[in-house]
């Protein structure tokens, strides 16, 4: 992994592009959402200082736990990460500034303390891991939770309110608020999600805040990023297709949209993609 005081954006690429390879469980995932975010910046970045966190992070951790009962009960598990992530280091939800572009950047995630339920998940999947306990990311919509489990109990947490440990009856109230009063709990939203589908989660926030505010350069970037971590996500070539028609980058946009059809699977754009296509090449005669 990299090191050293700055940042080579081609040798953060080389990197990134390596974990495409990568069984899933190898994800590192807080490194990685941390070359993500030198990798979409233009500046050189102290990646030292911010690796040295995780370090703290993992060694606080484990120092905590060797104070507890061995194996430490679940409960001993989210009081240990709960105490070290939002008292020790003060990290919170950024409930004041959510939408703020820096919320989704793992770099200034942890400058700020602050974040969204994704970036402050990684940090906390980051910390558990570390210890050896079981922990991943759900597939809740539009709010990030962890589920932790120890001997045969589960807990579901939400990293963006402290650490609380979420009730059936709060997740309902949560989708609802969401994602409409009619919305009910599927089994798909308790599902666990992979280390790839985690770093993209974080990666679609940072998009999506990008292409609302019109900064369509910056948000390829990110699809970029994302690209050489997850080359077999299909919406991921064609969202760069088209932005690079947008950016009148008509030989890339060719390319990237021919990619997306050569990948299995059909969400419903194929037949749009292949006129979209037909019209690129014609420009280019």
């Not at 990666?203 to 970037?221: H, P």
Request: hydrophobic share 40%; glycine share 8%.
């Amino acid at each position: 992994m990299i090191g050293g005081t700055g940042s080579d954006r081609n040798q953060i690429a080389t990197i990134l592009r390596d974990q495409a390879s990568k069984a899933d469980a190898q994800l590192d995932l807080a490194r990685l959402a941390i070359l993500l975010a030198v990798f979409q910046s233009s500046g050189d970045e102290p990646l030292d200082r911010y690796f040295h966190h995780l370090t703290l992070l993992e060694r606080d951790a484990a120092d905590l736990a060797r104070r507890c009962s061995t194996p430490p009960k679940l409960e001993e598990q989210v009081a240990i990460i709960n105490h070290l992530l939002f008292e020790r280091y003060g990290y919170a939800g950024d409930e004041e500034t959510y939408d703020d572009l820096q919320n989704a950047d793992m770099m200034r995630v942890i400058d700020r303390r602050r974040g969204l339920p994704v970036a402050l998940g990684i940090l906390y999947l980051r910390i558990a891991q570390s210890c050896g306990w079981s922990a991943e990311g759900l597939g809740f919509p539009g709010h990030f939770l962890i589920r932790m489990e120890a001997e045969g109990r589960r807990a579901i947490i939400d990293p963006f309110n402290g650490g609380a440990v979420r009730t059936a009856d709060e997740l309902r109230e949560l989708l609802k608020v969401l994602s409409g009063v009619d919305a009910e709990l599927q089994p798909e939203h308790h599902a666990g999600v992979s280390n790839r589908e985690v770093l993209l989660r974080l990666q679609n926030n940072r998009k999506l805040r990008l292409l609302r505010d019109q900064k369509r350069v910056e948000a390829l970037r990110v699809i970029e990023g994302m690209l050489l971590f997850a080359p077999a996500t299909p919406a991921l070539w064609r969202e760069a297709g088209l932005l690079y028609m947008h950016e009148e980058n008509l030989g890339a946009a060719i390319q990237a949209l021919q990619h997306y059809l050569s990948l299995e699977g059909d969400d419903g754009h194929r037949t749009e993609v292949r006129e979209i296509l037909a019209r690129l090449r014609t420009r280019l005669n």
